[in-house]
């Protein structure tokens, strides 16, 4: 588009400009004819850089295939033409020629077409650490014509689990079963399928994924803990406190009336009696509100035993707790990044939604050097959660009775906490101090009996 700029003096025409002759009627001819060089220009330019995105994703293509031995091979090809050539060396010569035949020959393996159909199927996706897991790949062929047999790969967790499949007719379909070892608690990625097409010396290879990654949630080991045995708090509506209400189910005593009072409150019988009005006072009942701190900090164990033991014993309370449909909450040690390490609390809250909830979230956890101690995840935890009535601090043997003392000394006055000490195959023992009861474990099902004899005492 042209844009006429008036020049000084515009719009007092004189003699002279009004005599001046128009312009030529080329102009536009001119202009139209610069506007379509300029579309010409842009759409060469776009053109090629169309034409050079597919050759490099050709040539990506092309390159992906080959293996480290390809490369080599291709080296020496290059190599002993350029010295055999250049020298008169007939024996680089014939070495070259081989190994440009041996790769022509293994380029034909790869043609073809990968049309199958290709499942994975996991029966479950949630199991008990320790617990062996099968799973099945399923290879259907929906073609007409017979598909060659390839190499079916899984990737499992951080191994892998190959399969030779035979060649397909048309409707025929193959499958076959591969086990999942759970060793070990974690999140453990399966898949993605990938059936992979090479040449018999290994000079060239071609990856297809299928199906597509599916998560298997390897749970920690619980053990069955019973009611009376979860909180040292038993309520049914509530327990009372000393805190004085005018409305709850726990009476305390009588005083008099005064403006703002609700007048169901007031005593009749009492009024009769004295004259003046007296109204019912009442002691505060509330839910007990059970809390389980489980500390990531690797300084708070002795090794991966203590860990593990550690983690299950947090699920064991938590799972007990949504059984008896208590108020509960569970925390860990949370490992911020660097940049906000100073603003956050240090606190990961983890799902008490449901048991699998709580289970999933745990099955993730890691310890981890920049995870706050426990007595830092006691402050942390005191801060955040509101209405504590039982604390069960969660940690191994590296943790001292001084650390514990301090994490307990966190939190407000009137609070039950037990502080569950991991340390395997040593003798379970109770000790009590003030507010704080320290449970050692030596195993698992020692928790059961830990926590019975803590509630009598």
């Avoid at 699920?315 to 990044?337: E, H, K, N, Y």
């Avoid at 935890?381 to 969660?394: E, H, N, Q």
């Avoid at 906490?417 to 991991?422: D, K, L």
């Amino acid at each position: 588009m042209t844009q006429i700029v008036p020049g000084p003096g515009a719009g007092t025409a004189t003699a002279p400009a009004l005599l001046a002759p128009a312009p030529p009627a080329t102009l536009p001819v001119a202009v139209s004819g610069d506007g379509r060089l300029a579309d010409f220009v842009a759409a060469g330019v776009r053109f090629g850089w169309e034409c050079g995105a597919r050759v490099a994703g050709a040539l990506r293509a092309v390159l992906s295939v080959v293996t480290p031995l390809g490369w080599a091979v291709l080296a020496v090809v290059g190599v002993s033409f350029l010295f055999g050539y250049a020298l008169g060396w007939t024996e680089l010569i014939v070495i070259g020629w081989a190994g440009l035949v041996l790769l022509v020959a293994a380029s034909c393996f790869l043609i073809g077409r990968n049309a199958f159909e290709i499942n994975l199927h996991l029966p479950v996706d949630r199991v008990v650490v320790g617990e062996r897991v099968p799973g099945q790949v399923s290879v259907r062929n929906p073609t007409r014509r017979r598909l060659p047999g390839v190499g079916v790969e899984v990737r499992v967790g951080s191994g892998l689990a190959e399969f030779s499949m035979p060649s397909l007719a048309r409707g025929e379909d193959f499958s076959d079963v591969f086990i999942v070892p759970t060793r070990r608690r974690g999140v453990m990625p399966i898949g993605p399928v990938r059936t992979a097409r090479a040449d018999p010396i290994g000079l060239l290879r071609r990856e297809i994924v299928w199906a597509e990654q599916v998560s298997l949630f390897v749970h920690p080991r619980t053990v069955s803990i019973p009611s009376m045995s979860t909180g040292f708090i038993r309520d049914l509506e509530g327990n009372p406190t000393r805190d004085l209400t005018n409305s709850d189910v726990s009476f305390h005593a009588l005083r008099e009336y005064v403006p703002g009072d609700e007048r169901r409150t007031i005593h009749w019988k009492s009024t009769a009696k004295t004259g003046r009005y007296m109204v019912r006072q009442f002691e505060e009942s509330r839910r007990s509100h059970l809390m389980v701190a489980l500390s990531l900090a690797q300084s708070d164990y002795a090794g991966e035993d203590e860990f593990e033991m550690a983690v299950s014993v947090a699920g064991s309370l938590g799972v007990r707790a949504i059984r008896d449909a208590r108020t509960v909450s569970v925390v860990a040690s949370a490992v911020p990044p660097d940049s906000s390490r100073r603003r956050m609390p240090g606190l990961r809250p983890l799902s008490t939604l449901t048991r699998t909830r709580l289970l999933d979230d745990l099955s993730g956890v890691e310890r981890s050097l920049a995870a706050l101690p426990v007595s830092e995840l006691a402050r942390a935890a005191a801060d955040t959660v509101a209405g504590i009535s039982v604390a069960f601090l969660v940690c191994g043997s590296a943790t001292t009775l001084t650390q514990v003392r301090t994490a307990a000394s966190r939190f407000p006055a009137g609070v039950d906490v037990v502080a569950v000490i991991c340390a395997p195959e040593t003798v379970p023992s109770l000790r009590r101090v003030a507010e704080l009861s320290v449970l050692t474990i030596g195993y698992l099902d020692d928790l059961q009996h830990s926590l019975a004899r803590t509630k009598a005492a």
